[in-house]
């Protein structure tokens, strides 16, 4: 009886295998046991709050299906769900929409431009060929997409695991990992206004191809926003964020990245193209060197473009890439002017236009390199903190004109005063600073005089790790800490019976 069961059971779902259906679009409110109930629905109740979907599944531009109960919805392979009327989710746990095998995705879940008002919250999407939003404001708010594929056997799914095209969707609090290609993306060539709001992006591009882990292309009427997210990588090619604007679409592609923190990527930020404004503030860009060519990777910020890709960059922090700042024309041997984005004029009115970003630590090859100008315009990069109060230094860690006389001027001055690892108070009777901080091969100590110095550097258990009396040169030592184990350390400095200290990360 229980192999005749099972045998009941297989042919009931390979019957709906293929099965397409449609709902009647009758202004009905579904819900999904009701959905799973209808005649001809491929929609199988499969045990308490778990449904199998055996087939394509389109809910009609007049029809509503509302899933306000935790629940399971399992994919067949290459599966469709298109949504022409409204998606309304909101469980008190989680809804999850999932493969009925994790091995074989489902095609795709898709939002047309009469779903407009189709909410998405506490809803996980797994192991399909991503979620594709055309011409809608959808919102997906405190959601879970992972494990999207690009690829189905030889059907083609989507490049991104959330594809935007046209509209104004809105990207809540959701959790954006381990997928193919990026993150999130939109079109090259129909202007779309994403905001992107405390997410967490974590290495997208499990391919390793070409792709960043947000993508955005044309803008549209409002700023495109990505702001308070994490965006942290592990893969050699993938990058952090790119806005590229490359198909000479009208208007003006509008973006405000800010106050996220965008880490061990291919490359931080990159800009592209041309007719882009761009607010880029209070980031931390750092580390964002896992791909060792340094020909094509490693740049905290990277500019490329023309005259009308302006904007002002300010009140960042970029260290430990392989490059700080690079910025280019769109091409090399093309006599139009490159980009004209600022980063900090002391004369302009804006507020935004402050300086205020901290370059430092930024190299490769044994040379620092925070700032790269590598095309023949002059750019403004002003009131900024370069780690170090020495004009010679800072010029030394800048490749322009004063390098090759064909490049455009930087103009850093005035600088900032750095406050890169100052510490103040009675901890710091000496007014020492030392930079940069984390560190991985030297920590350079600024002292006021250049009398002998005892400086020593504490574990995290207060064991001492170096202590050293050394003599400053023009006010500066090197401390090395390269053979120091990674962590936490407590820096500790006496010059003529003043004492300072601060707290150092070593090998981050």
């Known amino acids: 009886m229980k192999k005749l069961i099972l045998f009941s059971l297989l042919t009931l779902f390979g019957t709906h295998a293929q099965a397409q259906y449609q709902t009647p679009g009758t202004g009905v409110r579904w819900t999904l046991a009701q959905l799973a109930a209808a005649p001809t629905s491929n929609v199988v109740l499969t045990g308490p709050n778990a449904y199998a979907v055996n087939g394509n599944l389109r809910l009609s531009p007049t029809d509503t299906l509302s899933i306000t109960t935790n629940a399971t919805l399992r994919l067949t392979s290459l599966a469709q769900v298109s949504i022409d009327g409204i998606l309304l989710v909101n469980p008190q746990d989680s809804v999850k929409i999932t493969a009925q095998v994790s091995s074989a995705p489902f095609h795709s879940f898709a939002f047309s431009a009469t779903s407009q008002g189709s909410q998405l919250r506490k809803t996980i999407v797994e192991y399909g060929g991503g979620i594709r939003v055309l011409d809608n404001d959808l919102l997906l708010d405190s959601c879970v997409v992972r494990y999207q594929v690009a690829r189905i056997g030889s059907t083609n799914t989507n490049s991104g695991a959330i594809s935007l095209s046209g509209g104004a969707p809105r990207i809540l609090n959701c959790q954006i990992y381990d997928n193919a290609r990026s993150g999130i993306q939109s079109s090259a060539n129909r202007g779309t206004s994403p905001l992107i709001q405390n997410c967490l992006l974590r290495n ?228 020492l600073s030392a930079y940069p901080n984390p560190v991985r091969q030297l920590l350079t100590l600024r002292l006021p005089t250049s009398t002998p110095a005892v400086v020593r550097l504490r574990d995290a258990l207060g064991r001492i790790a170096y202590t050293a009396e050394r003599v400053p040169t023009a006010g500066e030592l090197a401390v090395p800490v390269a053979g120091l184990a990674p962590g936490l350390y407590l820096l500790e400095v006496r010059q003529q019976g003043q004492t300072a200290t601060a707290k150092v990360a070593v090998g981050e």
């Open 204 to 431: 997208n591009g499990t391919e390793n191809g070409n792709y960043p882990q947000v993508n955005l292309g044309a803008g549209g009427a409002t700023p495109a926003v990505i702001e308070r997210c994490r965006i942290t990588g592990r893969h050699n090619m993938a990058g952090g964020i790119a806005v590229a604007n490359l198909v000479g679409s009208r208007g003006t592609s509008q973006v405000h990245i800010r106050r996220n923190r965008i880490a061990n990527n291919r490359y931080g930020i990159t800009l592209l193209g041309t007719n882009i404004a761009a607010v880029v503030t209070r980031n931390i860009i750092e580390n964002n060197n896992t791909n060792p060519n340094v020909l094509t990777s490693g740049s905290g910020i990277n500019v490329q473009g023309g005259a009308t890709l302006t904007g002002v960059a300010s009140r960042n922090v970029l260290r430990g890439n392989l490059w700080g700042v690079t910025v280019l024309r769109a091409s090399l041997t093309s006599p139009a002017p490159g980009p004209t984005i600022s980063f900090g004029d002391v004369s302009s009115s804006d507020s935004l236009n402050v300086g205020l970003n901290q370059l430092y630590n930024n190299g490769n090859g044994g040379q620092v390199y925070d700032f790269y100008v590598e095309m023949p315009d002059n750019l403004l990069a002003q009131n900024n903190d370069w780690g170090t109060n020495s004009l010679a230094t800072i010029e030394s860690h800048i490749v322009h004109q004063v390098d090759r006389p064909a490049l455009g001027l930087l103009n850093f001055q005035p600088i900032r005063q750095t406050t890169v690892l100052n510490t103040r108070g009675a901890a710091n009777q000496l007014g």
